[in-house]
Each structure stands twice: as C-alpha cells, then as structure tokens.
C-alpha cells in the first residue's frame, strides 16, 4: 500500500516538473499520449506581437527578400477579431513606398494575407515554400509554448514535406534523455496543424 502511494506521488510530482519545465508559460491546454505532450495554447499558435512578426518575417524572407524586409524595420502590430495584422515602416531606407503587410490568424497562424503595398502577394507554391520558411515558423509557435532557452538546445531543425505539410523537429541533445519539439504546419496557407513535444 505504501509503495503505491509512493509511486503515484513520485509520478504526480514527474509530471509536474516535466510540465513546468517544457511549457513555462503554464497558458496551454496539454494532453500526454504515448509519451508525446500535444498541445493547444488557449491564446493561439498566435498569442503576441513578437510571434506574430517573427511568423511575418518568415513568409516575407521568400518573397520580397531579407534586404526589403531591412528597410522595413521597426514593424508595427495590431490585432483585431482574432487576427493580428504586421505592417513595415516607410522610412528612408524604403525607397519603394509600399510597405509589407501580413494578416496572420492569432487562433491557427493562418497567413490570410500578404501585400507590398496595395498590390497582395497570391503563392503559386503557398506562403510555405521551403523547408527554411517552415522553420522559422516552427520556432516562432514553439517559443512561447516551450521558451526560447529549450528550443535553442534543440537546434538544429529538421523538417520533411508530405502531402503539403511541413513537419518540423527539433533535435535532442546527445547523450540527454530529452525529447523532440514536433510541428505540422500547412505549405498552403501556414496554418499550425500540430504542435506536440516528445519526452
């Protein structure tokens, strides 16, 4: 009798140390299966202005270049009915006069748009095009689920396509018994689609 209540305290307390220290913020709905940790943040894949510039940035990077996304800086950010909305700055270094928007679901990290100026960017190969783009996703969601200082050991990514998603992997450390942060993220439209982490 003893040694069972020991064993149910002993892993109560795993659980919630393994909780703590993989999601510091403590804002999402979690769910343990298998030994994988799914979860569903109740602010959104999208929760702040950081993740959502960070997710911006990365859907420009292939359209419009890392030079043009330079003069564009400081971004600015709004949110409205669930939808955060990311524009440039016009300054002396944007000599083009058109600035970079991105409308980005706070819910799902759904790109709704993407516009230099008033002429709107429409994806032949979707906001998603590559395996860097997905990346830089994928880290932006994770770090305010699993905090920057874990997701910097898991570098460096990797990431696979199929059937238009992307699946992106952090990698543990060698020698730590430590899990991997796992993200599906849609090649069309960049919605998150799955966020777990394993143990």
């Not at 700055?89 to 516009?115: E, M, P, Q, Y």
């Not at 898991?154 to 899990?179: C, D, H, I, Q």
């Amino acid at each position: 009798m003893i040694q069972k209540y020991f064993s149910i305290l002993l892993s109560f307390a795993l659980f919630v140390f393994t909780y703590d220290s993989m999601c510091p913020q403590g804002e999402v709905r979690e769910k343990y299966i298998n030994g994988t940790h799914y979860v569903i943040p109740k602010d959104g894949f999208v929760p702040n202005a950081e993740t959502a510039i960070r997710i911006a940035e990365a859907v420009w990077i292939p359209i419009y270049g890392k030079d043009e996304i330079e003069k564009q800086k400081p971004f600015r950010t709004t949110m409205k009915d669930k939808v955060w909305t990311v524009t440039g700055t016009l300054s002396d270094k944007n000599n083009s006069g058109n600035v970079l928007i991105a409308k980005i679901s706070k819910v799902n990290g759904k790109i709704i748009l993407v516009s230099l100026g008033k002429n709107p960017y429409v994806p032949k190969s979707g906001f998603v095009p590559d395996a860097a783009t997905a990346k830089r996703i994928a880290e932006a969601v994770w770090i305010p689920i699993y905090g920057k200082k874990q997701i910097e050991k898991e570098k460096p990514f990797r990431s696979r396509l199929e059937n238009n998603v992307w699946m992106v992997l952090g990698t543990a450390p060698e020698y730590v018994l430590a899990g991997e942060a796992i993200a599906e993220i849609s090649k069309n439209d960049g919605r998150i689609l799955h966020v777990s982490h394993t143990e």
